[in-house]
């Protein structure tokens, strides 16, 4: 997942694999919000890139697929210095830690703050962010990034990019 500008040019990436080995020369058709935007054929190191131009503000949804397989993501887009809030999955959405059951009333919490703000989870723990997308979506949570923590780069970067952090929901 990824959060750009409006009219920004990104790099969107996918990776062939067969079970956890890396399968180059692949053939990799992208899509964003179920439009192609081209095929690629991924290089030795299984990766394949396609570039992408957002265009207006709002969620993208991005497939790409390679045969049967198929990966997902999204592009949060946003106008230069939107305020952002982020939410810590694990420090905020988890009833208690190591917990699989969601606060009770957090995806109500989440959808008013949408209504006023931009938002993205933020990801600090150990499993995959693939994981933890597919446990947002399990449990009905709006759609959003899924970013990982970094060590906080990730406040650094955006705010580089001029995207301001209104606030940071969590431990």
Known sequence: DIVALTREEILIKAETKSGYFAKGGKIVEFSVNGKSIGSVLSGG???AYKIFKTGRPGIYT???RSGKDIGSGVILVLKKSSPLVFID?????LAAPFAKKPVKSSREVIRKIMNS????????????????REWLWQNEFPASAVMSWQMGDIFATLNKKGIKIKAVVGS
Do not use: C, Q, R
């Open 45 to 47: 190191d299984s990766i």
């Open 62 to 64: 991005v497939l790409a």
């Open 89 to 93: 999955i694990e420090g905020s959405l």
């Open 117 to 132: 703000y931009p938002v993205v989870y933020l990801h600090t723990g150990n499993i995959g962010i693939s994981a933890v």
